[in-house]
């Protein structure tokens, strides 16, 4: 297993964990919060937490994106970092790096911008 994989996974199952435990105190009445006992929260929450990371891992990686990879220049072979700061919108809507060695512009799955085929 990858350190990408391992931090993409961690990031998702705190997603999951944080917004499991934070539904009971949002959509249930605080009437009934009482009648919660903590096992009814934490082994549901927690088999989301084992079981819908990876799965989201996987699904990402069917469309093409390199979600858990690490990503390489196509120019020059660098490895792009992982926590990215966007230069332009575009980036920061749709993804993408700036080669710092380089200066290519790649987009949200690591190919260079311009040289995709348009489609439409």
């Known amino acids: 297993m990858s350190r990408h994989y391992a931090f993409a996974y961690a990031q998702l199952a705190g997603i999951v964990l944080s917004a499991g435990l934070l539904a009971p105190t949002l959509l249930v009445p605080s ?9 009814d929260v934490l082994i549901p929450v ?48 749709r993804g993408g790096w700036d080669c710092r060695s380089c200066g290519a512009s790649l987009d949200g799955r690591g190919r260079e911008r311009g040289t995709q085929i348009r489609h439409g």
């Open 31 to 39: 009437e009934q919060r009482g009648a919660l006992g903590l096992t």
């Open 46 to 93: 927690g088999i989301a937490a084992v079981v819908l990371p990876p799965l989201f891992i996987w699904f990402r990686r069917k469309m093409g994106h390199p979600i858990g990879r690490a990503v390489h220049c196509p120019r020059c072979s660098t490895e792009l970092p992982y926590f990215r700061w966007p230069s332009s919108l575009r980036q920061a809507f």
